[in-house]
């Protein structure tokens, strides 16, 4: 699976923007899919996820109540709307997609995550 992240860009504090992931193959209903960012001398880290089938959602902290991943089963397609941006959102973003068989629970380990995009970046200036 090849995963397309876009909509990243140069915004101030207290803006919004959207990402789109646009995989290369429709997404299985098992599936989930995540978003993650890396800041410059970070490490990745896990930013929300949600499961296919059932629209299930998790977020880390940081971002709960600003960020909301969505999809559209639809276009597949899976977003994520970020509203408030501060300038400690600024990163890389990508999107990644965890194959599964079976109902799982959502995670926010990277490790779990079989394909990942090539990311987009995120800059909000203060």
């Known amino acids: 699976v090849q995963l397309q992240a876009s909509g990243g860009g140069l915004v101030q504090t207290g803006d919004s923007l959207r990402l789109s992931c646009a995989p290369s193959?429709?997404?299985?209903?098992?599936?989930?899919v995540g978003w993650f960012r890396q800041a410059p001398g970070k490490e990745r880290q896990f930013v929300a996820a949600?499961?296919?089938?059932?629209?299930?959602?998790q977020y880390t902290d940081s971002v709960k109540g600003r960020f909301k991943i969505s999809r559209d089963n639809g276009e597949n397609m899976v977003y994520l709307r970020m509203d408030s941006l501060k300038p400690e959102d600024t990163a890389v973003y990508y999107c990644?997609?965890?194959?599964?068989?079976?109902?799982?629970?959502?995670?926010?380990?990277?490790?779990?995550?079989?394909?990942w995009g090539q990311g987009t970046l995120v800059t909000v200036s203060s």
């Open positions: 193959r429709p997404i299985l209903s098992s599936w989930h």
């Open positions: 949600i499961s296919w089938r059932e629209g299930n959602t």
């Open positions: 990644a997609v965890r194959q599964l068989r079976n109902r799982t629970p959502l995670a926010a380990a990277g490790s779990l995550y079989d394909f």
